[in-house]
C-alpha cells in the first residue's frame, strides 16, 4: 500500500506491528497485526466514501477539473475497497476457518457467510459509483453530480453497517484463532497494485485517523526505504494532496 522511493510498483498491505515494549506470545502478535490492518483500513474507507459524498454535494457541477479531483478519488477508494475484499475473500477467512476450533465451526462459518453477502452488496455499490462517476464527468449536471453523490452516500452507509458487523463478530474470532504463520504469509503474498504516488497517498489516508499504537505499527512494519520516502515527502506531498481534494488540511 505504500512505496515511494520502492522501485516495484507493488507492495504488500499494511501489517502493523506491536509497540516494542510489548511481549506477546507469537499467536497473539500475529492477530494484533491482523487485527490492526483490518481496523485501519475500514476507518480509512468509511471516512472517505463519507467526505466524498459531502464534498460532491457542493461541487460545481461543471467544474472539470473539481468533477476529476473526487471521481479520481473515489475511482482510488474502490480500489482499496476491492482489494481489501479480495485480500479477505481468499486469505483471511479461509485461513481463519481452517483453524477455528470445531465447536464454533458454526459460528465461523455464519460470520463468514453474512460477511460474504455484505461484501457482494457493496461491490455492486461501487460499481454504481463508477458509473455515476463517469456519468458526471460527461454530462457535467447538477443531476449527475447529485447522483454521484448520492451513491457514494448510500455506499459509505452500506459500508459504515458491513465493516461495524465485521469488528463485532469476525475480528475478536481473528484475534483468537489465525495462526501466525497464516498472517505472516496473507501479508507476505497479498499485493495492491497501485502506483507509487497513490500508495503514499493510501498511506497517509490510512495514517489520518489511526490511534498512536496503530500509527507506530504501521510505520515500523514498513520496509526501511518506504519510511524513509515518507519522513522525507510522502507526508508532505499527501498533506497537499487532501488540501486539494476537501479544501483542509488532513486531522492532525
Known sequence: MTAAAVRSRTAAIPSPRPPADDTPSARSTASCRAVAYQRVLHQLVRRELRLLSELATWAPAAETDRTAALTRHADLIGRVLLHHHAVERHAVWPALLRTAPEPRATEVGDAVADWTARCA?????????????????????????DAFATACRDLADAVDGQTRAEERSLLPLLDEYLEPADWVAIARSSRCRLPAQEQLLVLGLALEDACAADRARLLDGLPRATRIAWWLSGGRHYRAAVVRLRGEPPAP
Not at 461491490?123 to 454530462?139: E, I, K, P
Open 121 to 145: 452488496q457493496i461491490d455492486r455499490m461501487l460499481r454504481d459509483v463508477g458509473t455515476a462517476a463517469r456519468q458526471w464527468s460527461v454530462a457535467a449536471t447538477t443531476g449527475a453530480r
